[in-house]
Protein backbone atom coordinates (compact mmCIF):
# COMPACT_ATOMS: atom_id res chain seq x y z
CA UNK A 1 0.00 0.00 0.00
CA UNK A 2 2.82 2.47 0.67
CA UNK A 3 4.24 2.21 -2.72
CA UNK A 4 0.78 3.43 -4.42
CA UNK A 5 0.58 6.77 -2.11
CA UNK A 6 4.22 7.44 -2.79
CA UNK A 7 3.67 7.26 -6.71
CA UNK A 8 1.07 9.98 -6.85
CA UNK A 9 3.12 13.63 -6.83
CA UNK A 10 1.70 16.79 -6.34
CA UNK A 11 2.80 17.99 -10.08
CA UNK A 12 4.53 22.02 -10.30
CA UNK A 13 4.48 24.09 -13.16
CA UNK A 14 6.22 27.24 -13.72
CA UNK A 15 9.81 26.80 -14.85
CA UNK A 16 10.64 27.05 -18.73
CA UNK A 17 13.58 25.31 -18.49
CA UNK A 18 15.51 22.16 -16.73
CA UNK A 19 14.70 22.73 -12.63
CA UNK A 20 18.48 22.07 -11.71
CA UNK A 21 18.29 22.36 -7.70
CA UNK A 22 16.08 22.51 -4.60
CA UNK A 23 16.37 23.76 -1.20
CA UNK A 24 13.35 23.37 1.49
CA UNK A 25 13.69 26.12 4.84
CA UNK A 26 13.53 24.30 8.45
CA UNK A 27 10.24 24.25 9.66
CA UNK A 28 8.52 28.01 10.79
CA UNK A 29 6.22 29.60 12.74
CA UNK A 30 4.61 30.30 8.92
CA UNK A 31 5.27 26.44 7.66
CA UNK A 32 8.21 25.50 5.69
CA UNK A 33 8.68 26.83 1.83
CA UNK A 34 10.91 24.94 -1.18
CA UNK A 35 12.65 27.09 -3.47
CA UNK A 36 14.00 26.11 -6.95
CA UNK A 37 16.40 27.30 -9.16
CA UNK A 38 16.20 26.84 -13.13
CA UNK A 39 17.86 27.44 -16.16
CA UNK A 40 15.39 30.23 -17.16
CA UNK A 41 17.15 32.44 -14.43
CA UNK A 42 14.13 32.53 -12.19
CA UNK A 43 13.93 31.22 -9.04
CA UNK A 44 10.30 30.30 -7.65
CA UNK A 45 9.93 30.09 -4.23
CA UNK A 46 6.55 27.46 -2.60
CA UNK A 47 4.58 26.36 0.03
CA UNK A 48 6.93 23.16 0.88
CA UNK A 49 3.71 21.54 1.90
CA UNK A 50 1.05 21.73 -1.16
CA UNK A 51 3.54 23.17 -3.75
CA UNK A 52 1.53 26.57 -4.09
CA UNK A 53 3.48 29.08 -5.82
CA UNK A 54 4.42 31.91 -3.58
CA UNK A 55 6.71 34.15 -6.49
CA UNK A 56 9.22 34.59 -8.55
CA UNK A 57 12.74 36.48 -7.96
CA UNK A 58 13.66 38.83 -10.77
CA UNK A 59 16.99 39.58 -11.80
CA UNK A 60 19.63 37.09 -12.99
CA UNK A 61 20.33 37.44 -16.42
CA UNK A 62 21.79 33.82 -16.78
CA UNK A 63 20.67 30.21 -15.73
CA UNK A 64 20.36 30.16 -12.21
CA UNK A 65 22.55 26.89 -10.71
CA UNK A 66 21.87 27.08 -6.92
CA UNK A 67 19.47 28.25 -4.37
CA UNK A 68 18.60 28.54 -0.93
CA UNK A 69 16.92 30.01 2.32
CA UNK A 70 17.91 31.30 5.32
CA UNK A 71 16.86 29.65 8.80
CA UNK A 72 13.83 31.85 8.87
CA UNK A 73 12.98 31.74 5.43
CA UNK A 74 13.58 35.57 5.26
CA UNK A 75 15.63 35.26 2.68
CA UNK A 76 17.25 33.36 -0.11
CA UNK A 77 20.09 33.48 -1.96
CA UNK A 78 20.96 32.28 -5.83
CA UNK A 79 23.88 31.64 -7.94
CA UNK A 80 24.01 32.12 -11.19
CA UNK A 81 25.62 31.82 -14.71
CA UNK A 82 25.36 35.45 -14.81
CA UNK A 83 28.61 35.48 -12.55
CA UNK A 84 26.77 36.85 -9.85
CA UNK A 85 25.19 35.40 -6.59
CA UNK A 86 21.94 37.09 -5.31
CA UNK A 87 20.22 37.80 -1.84
CA UNK A 88 16.90 38.62 -1.81
CA UNK A 89 13.87 39.08 0.32
CA UNK A 90 11.64 36.04 0.90
CA UNK A 91 8.51 38.14 1.73
CA UNK A 92 9.17 41.08 -1.04
CA UNK A 93 10.65 39.02 -3.54
CA UNK A 94 13.20 42.53 -3.64
CA UNK A 95 16.98 41.70 -4.23
CA UNK A 96 18.75 43.15 -1.51
CA UNK A 97 22.25 42.49 -2.93
CA UNK A 98 24.07 41.22 -5.44
CA UNK A 99 27.60 39.64 -5.22
CA UNK A 100 30.19 40.01 -8.10
CA UNK A 101 31.99 37.40 -9.09
CA UNK A 102 34.82 36.84 -12.17
CA UNK A 103 32.70 33.02 -13.62
CA UNK A 104 29.83 31.33 -13.28
CA UNK A 105 28.97 30.44 -9.67
CA UNK A 106 27.58 27.24 -9.05
CA UNK A 107 26.77 26.82 -5.58
CA UNK A 108 25.97 28.84 -2.76
CA UNK A 109 24.42 28.38 0.73
CA UNK A 110 23.51 30.22 4.26
CA UNK A 111 25.78 29.62 7.04
CA UNK A 112 23.50 28.38 10.26
CA UNK A 113 23.91 31.21 12.23
CA UNK A 114 22.21 33.37 8.75
CA UNK A 115 25.21 35.89 8.93
CA UNK A 116 27.08 34.81 6.00
CA UNK A 117 26.67 33.43 2.48
CA UNK A 118 29.33 31.20 1.38
CA UNK A 119 29.75 30.68 -2.67
CA UNK A 120 31.76 28.70 -5.04
CA UNK A 121 31.61 28.12 -8.83
CA UNK A 122 34.46 27.83 -12.01
CA UNK A 123 36.77 30.63 -10.16
CA UNK A 124 37.67 27.70 -8.17
CA UNK A 125 37.85 29.88 -5.19
CA UNK A 126 35.27 29.42 -1.96
CA UNK A 127 34.13 33.22 -1.05
CA UNK A 128 32.35 33.71 2.35
CA UNK A 129 30.45 37.45 2.42
CA UNK A 130 29.65 38.93 5.43
CA UNK A 131 25.79 39.71 5.31
CA UNK A 132 25.91 42.22 8.17
CA UNK A 133 28.31 44.50 5.80
CA UNK A 134 27.34 43.09 2.27
CA UNK A 135 29.60 45.70 0.56
CA UNK A 136 32.98 44.68 2.41
CA UNK A 137 35.48 42.35 0.25
CA UNK A 138 34.57 38.61 1.15
CA UNK A 139 36.67 36.62 2.48
CA UNK A 140 38.41 34.18 0.07
CA UNK A 141 39.31 30.41 1.28
CA UNK A 142 42.40 28.71 -0.10
CA UNK A 143 41.90 27.72 -3.97
CA UNK A 144 39.57 24.55 -4.66
CA UNK A 145 41.54 21.86 -6.86
CA UNK A 146 38.26 22.48 -9.12
CA UNK A 147 35.84 23.75 -10.28
CA UNK A 148 33.12 23.78 -7.19
CA UNK A 149 29.95 22.11 -7.73
CA UNK A 150 28.92 21.77 -4.58
CA UNK A 151 28.89 23.79 -0.98
CA UNK A 152 27.58 23.50 2.52
CA UNK A 153 28.19 24.57 6.16
CA UNK A 154 28.65 21.88 9.24
CA UNK A 155 29.85 21.93 13.00
CA UNK A 156 28.12 25.07 13.70
CA UNK A 157 29.69 27.08 10.81
CA UNK A 158 32.93 25.68 11.54
CA UNK A 159 33.53 23.63 9.18
CA UNK A 160 32.59 23.83 4.92
CA UNK A 161 32.37 21.42 2.22
CA UNK A 162 32.94 21.65 -0.87
CA UNK A 163 32.73 19.19 -4.27
CA UNK A 164 34.03 19.76 -7.50
CA UNK A 165 33.01 19.36 -10.99
CA UNK A 166 35.84 17.70 -12.80
CA UNK A 167 37.46 15.72 -9.88
CA UNK A 168 36.27 13.46 -7.28
CA UNK A 169 35.79 13.46 -3.35
CA UNK A 170 34.51 15.84 -0.74
CA UNK A 171 37.04 18.41 0.56
CA UNK A 172 36.32 19.62 4.56
CA UNK A 173 37.76 23.56 5.12
CA UNK A 174 38.40 24.82 8.68
CA UNK A 175 36.85 28.09 8.51
CA UNK A 176 39.00 29.97 11.03
CA UNK A 177 42.24 28.70 9.04
CA UNK A 178 40.77 28.08 5.74
CA UNK A 179 42.80 25.29 4.96
CA UNK A 180 41.05 21.64 4.10
CA UNK A 181 41.45 19.59 6.99
CA UNK A 182 39.93 15.97 5.41
CA UNK A 183 39.44 14.67 1.87
CA UNK A 184 36.57 12.19 1.33
CA UNK A 185 37.66 10.25 -1.47
CA UNK A 186 34.94 8.94 -3.97
CA UNK A 187 35.65 7.64 -7.73
CA UNK A 188 33.79 9.76 -9.48
CA UNK A 189 33.29 13.97 -9.24
CA UNK A 190 30.63 14.18 -6.74
CA UNK A 191 26.78 15.64 -7.71
CA UNK A 192 25.25 16.14 -4.81
CA UNK A 193 26.37 16.69 -0.88
CA UNK A 194 23.53 16.97 1.50
CA UNK A 195 24.22 17.58 5.38
CA UNK A 196 21.63 15.89 7.59
CA UNK A 197 19.16 17.90 9.57
CA UNK A 198 21.18 16.17 12.76
CA UNK A 199 24.40 16.87 11.89
CA UNK A 200 25.43 13.14 11.69
CA UNK A 201 26.14 12.57 8.42
CA UNK A 202 27.69 13.88 5.30
CA UNK A 203 25.01 12.33 1.88
CA UNK A 204 27.10 12.00 -1.31
CA UNK A 205 25.53 10.80 -4.56
CA UNK A 206 28.87 10.68 -6.97
CA UNK A 207 28.53 8.02 -10.54
CA UNK A 208 26.28 5.57 -9.60
CA UNK A 209 26.49 5.30 -6.18
CA UNK A 210 25.38 7.26 -2.82
CA UNK A 211 27.61 7.47 0.25
CA UNK A 212 26.93 8.19 3.77
CA UNK A 213 29.83 9.28 5.80
CA UNK A 214 30.28 10.51 9.49
CA UNK A 215 29.79 14.20 9.96
CA UNK A 216 32.05 14.06 12.60
CA UNK A 217 34.74 11.59 11.96
CA UNK A 218 34.54 11.52 8.51
CA UNK A 219 35.03 7.24 8.31
CA UNK A 220 32.58 5.89 5.23
CA UNK A 221 29.20 5.04 6.87
CA UNK A 222 27.68 3.16 4.15
CA UNK A 223 27.56 3.02 0.80
CA UNK A 224 24.80 1.61 -2.11
CA UNK A 225 25.58 0.80 -5.62
CA UNK A 226 22.29 2.43 -7.52
CA UNK A 227 20.73 1.17 -10.43
CA UNK A 228 22.00 4.12 -12.86
CA UNK A 229 24.08 7.42 -12.66
CA UNK A 230 22.25 9.26 -9.64
CA UNK A 231 22.84 13.07 -9.44
CA UNK A 232 21.18 13.61 -6.37
CA UNK A 233 20.61 11.54 -2.99
CA UNK A 234 18.70 12.60 0.32
CA UNK A 235 18.11 11.46 3.86
CA UNK A 236 14.95 11.36 5.45
CA UNK A 237 15.37 14.01 8.72
CA UNK A 238 13.32 12.39 11.46
CA UNK A 239 13.96 9.29 11.73
CA UNK A 240 16.66 8.78 9.22
CA UNK A 241 15.64 5.34 8.05
CA UNK A 242 15.54 6.03 4.38
CA UNK A 243 16.70 7.65 1.58
CA UNK A 244 16.09 8.71 -1.89
CA UNK A 245 18.41 8.92 -4.83
CA UNK A 246 17.70 10.27 -8.55
CA UNK A 247 19.36 10.77 -11.58
CA UNK A 248 19.88 9.83 -15.06
CA UNK A 249 17.04 7.34 -15.67
CA UNK A 250 14.08 9.80 -15.08
CA UNK A 251 13.24 7.81 -11.88
CA UNK A 252 12.98 8.73 -7.95
CA UNK A 253 13.82 5.46 -5.91
CA UNK A 254 13.04 5.32 -2.24
CA UNK A 255 15.37 3.24 -0.29
CA UNK A 256 15.86 1.57 3.33
CA UNK A 257 18.88 3.29 4.78
CA UNK A 258 19.83 0.31 7.02
CA UNK A 259 19.82 -2.60 4.21
CA UNK A 260 19.90 -0.69 0.74
CA UNK A 261 17.13 -2.22 -0.40
CA UNK A 262 15.14 -0.27 -2.66
CA UNK A 263 11.10 0.18 -1.21
CA UNK A 264 9.59 2.30 -3.96
CA UNK A 265 10.35 4.02 -7.60
CA UNK A 266 8.05 7.00 -8.53
CA UNK A 267 7.53 7.25 -12.30
CA UNK A 268 6.72 10.67 -13.82
CA UNK A 269 9.50 12.87 -15.01
CA UNK A 270 9.94 13.26 -18.54
CA UNK A 271 14.06 13.59 -18.21
CA UNK A 272 16.93 13.19 -15.98
CA UNK A 273 16.05 13.98 -12.22
CA UNK A 274 18.85 16.73 -11.24
CA UNK A 275 17.53 17.20 -7.92
CA UNK A 276 16.03 15.42 -4.83
CA UNK A 277 15.56 16.63 -1.67
CA UNK A 278 13.30 15.34 1.78
CA UNK A 279 10.75 17.97 3.13
CA UNK A 280 11.95 19.09 6.60
CA UNK A 281 9.34 17.31 8.66
CA UNK A 282 10.18 14.24 6.51
CA UNK A 283 6.64 13.52 5.12
CA UNK A 284 7.17 14.51 1.49
CA UNK A 285 10.12 15.09 -0.62
CA UNK A 286 10.50 17.45 -3.99
CA UNK A 287 12.08 16.30 -7.13
CA UNK A 288 13.50 18.08 -10.21
CA UNK A 289 13.74 17.53 -13.35
CA UNK A 290 15.12 18.59 -17.25
CA UNK A 291 11.99 18.53 -17.77
CA UNK A 292 11.12 21.71 -15.94
CA UNK A 293 9.08 20.29 -13.42
CA UNK A 294 9.07 20.17 -9.61
CA UNK A 295 7.13 16.76 -8.47
CA UNK A 296 6.27 16.38 -4.74
CA UNK A 297 5.88 12.69 -3.31
CA UNK A 298 4.16 11.81 -0.15
CA UNK A 299 6.68 9.41 2.11
CA UNK A 300 3.59 7.93 3.83
CA UNK A 301 2.08 8.57 7.52
CA UNK A 302 5.12 8.77 9.52
CA UNK A 303 3.36 9.16 12.58
CA UNK A 304 -0.42 10.13 12.85
CA UNK A 305 0.69 13.87 14.16
CA UNK A 306 3.09 14.82 11.05
CA UNK A 307 1.04 13.87 8.34
CA UNK A 308 -2.77 15.40 8.61
CA UNK A 309 -3.50 14.63 5.14
CA UNK A 310 -3.53 10.80 5.90
CA UNK A 311 -4.95 10.85 8.86
CA UNK A 312 -7.66 13.07 7.89
CA UNK A 313 -8.34 11.00 4.83
CA UNK A 314 -8.37 7.83 7.06
CA UNK A 315 -8.65 5.25 4.17
CA UNK A 316 -5.62 5.06 1.95
CA UNK A 317 -7.98 5.02 -1.14
CA UNK A 318 -8.97 8.58 -0.81
CA UNK A 319 -4.92 9.43 -0.88
CA UNK A 320 -5.03 9.49 -4.32
CA UNK A 321 -8.08 11.82 -4.60
CA UNK A 322 -6.77 14.64 -2.22
CA UNK A 323 -3.33 14.54 -4.28
CA UNK A 324 -5.33 14.63 -7.29
CA UNK A 325 -6.81 18.00 -6.15
CA UNK A 326 -4.43 19.50 -4.88
CA UNK A 327 -2.67 19.02 -8.59
CA UNK A 328 -5.23 20.27 -10.21
CA UNK A 329 -5.43 23.42 -7.31
CA UNK A 330 -1.92 23.98 -8.40
CA UNK A 331 -2.51 23.94 -12.07
CA UNK A 332 -5.19 26.02 -11.45
CA UNK A 333 -3.09 28.62 -9.71
CA UNK A 334 -0.58 28.42 -12.64
CA UNK A 335 -3.96 29.26 -15.11
CA UNK A 336 -5.53 31.81 -13.34
CA UNK A 337 -2.29 33.89 -13.02
CA UNK A 338 -0.60 32.84 -16.46
CA UNK A 339 -0.57 35.98 -17.84
CA UNK A 340 1.32 37.49 -14.54
CA UNK A 341 2.83 34.52 -13.98
CA UNK A 342 4.23 34.29 -17.71
CA UNK A 343 5.30 38.06 -17.14
CA UNK A 344 7.09 37.39 -14.13
CA UNK A 345 8.97 34.64 -14.91
CA UNK A 346 10.16 36.55 -18.36
CA UNK A 347 8.36 33.77 -20.39
CA UNK A 348 5.51 34.64 -22.60
Same mark, same amino acid.
Given at each position: ????????????????????????????????????? !???????????????????????????????????????? !???????????????????????????????????? /????? /??????????????????????????????????????????? +????????????? *?? !???? *??????? +??? /? !?????????????????? *?????????????????????????????????????????????????????????????????? *???????? +?????????????????????????????????????????????????????????????????
Amino acid at each position: MEKKRVAVPLVCHGHSRPVVDLFYSPITPDGFFLISA !SKDSSPMLRNGETGDWIGTFEGHKGAVWSCCLDTNALRAA !SGSADFTAKIWDALTGDELHSFEHKHIVRACAFSED /THFLL /TGGVEKILRIFDLNRPDAPPREVDNSPGSVRTVAWLHSDQTIL +SSCTDIGGVRLWD *VR !SGKI *VQTLETN +SSV /T !SAEVSQDGRYIITADGSS *VKFWDANHFGLVKSYKMPCTVESASLEPKNGDKFIAGGEDMWIRLFDFHTGEEIACNKGHHGPVHC *VRFSPGGE +SYASGSEDGTIRIWQTGPLTHDNNEMFKANGLTGKVKVAAEEVSCKIEGFHIADEGKAGEEAGTA
